[in-house]
T-cell receptor
Framework: DAKTTQPTSMDCAEGRAANLPCNHS???????VYWYRQIHSQGPQYIIH???NNETNEMASLIITEDRKSSTLILPHATLRDTAVYYC?????????????FGKGTLLTVNP | GAVVSQHPSRVICKSGTSVKIECRSL??????MFWYRQFPKQSLMLMAT?????????EQGVEKDKFLINHASLTLSTLTVTSAHPEDSSFYIC???????????FGSGTRLTVV
């Protein structure tokens, strides 16, 4: 699976949009981009995934560049409860039997 | 939404004993489940892929005789840490996904402390 590069940490003010970048320059044509987050001492939580097109759900938006070498996860109105480690993972085929390889992720801290 | 239940959430055991951790998909069937381990301040590491009705597939460096995985039904996978030692103390997490959804649901994790 392709590797990803994320900033180690980011800060965001409560109520503002949080934009979390991810580089995945070695992504192959059929690999998806997945985002998960892990709040301290809990299991990870699925956020969103996409292949080529931008995606939006109730939690976040995913913007994938046209060359698919990078993406941005957007939390439109960050709250204190969004403080977590966010993982960008590339791989799979959109189905349900792919392995997730977690990197170090980005620790997002939402400040009041 | 899909729910994965993991039990127990915390366990303390004596060195040399075995501990069983259960992972259940509550509202969907899962032919495949995954087991992860997470040490403090580190990321999740995949230990093994649990396949219903067949042997588990272990990642390189994970001892299959120490970490026994059983996936006897479409809704239950168990991880048994045998002859546990203090270095096995960790956060163990399972995951599964309803077919076709693309996103995995994780259990809440089991904090194992071996004393």
């Amino acid at each position: 699976d392709a590797k990803t590069t994320q900033p180690t940490s980011m800060d965001c003010a409560e109520g503002r949009a949080a934009n979390l970048p991810c580089n995945h320059s070695t992504i192959s044509g059929n690999e998806y981009v997945y985002w998960y987050r892990q709040i301290h001492s809990q299991g990870p939580q699925y956020i969103i995934h996409g292949l080529k097109n931008n995606e939006t759900n109730e939690m976040a938006s995913l913007i994938i560049t046209e060359d698919r070498k990078s993406s941005t996860l957007i939390l439109p109105h960050a709250t204190l409860r969004d403080t977590a480690v966010y993982y960008c993972i590339v791989g799979g085929s959109g189905g349900s039997n792919y392995k997730l390889t977690f990197g170090k992720g980005t620790l997002l801290t939402v400040n009041p | 939404g899909a729910v994965v239940s993991q039990h127990p959430s915390r366990v303390i055991c004596k060195s040399g004993t075995s501990v069983k951790i259960e992972c259940r998909s509550l509202d969907f069937q899962a032919t495949t489940m995954f087991w992860y381990r997470q040490f403090p301040k580190q990321s999740l590491m995949l230990m093994a892929t649990s396949n219903e009705g067949s042997k588990a597939t272990y990642e390189q460096g994970v001892e299959k005789d120490k970490f026994l995985i059983n996936h006897a039904s479409l809704t239950l996978s168990t991880l048994t840490v045998t002859s546990a030692h203090p270095e096995d103390s960790s956060f163990y997490i399972c995951s599964a996904a309803p077919t076709g959804t693309g996103g995995y649901t994780f259990g809440s994790g089991t904090r194992l402390t071996v004393v």
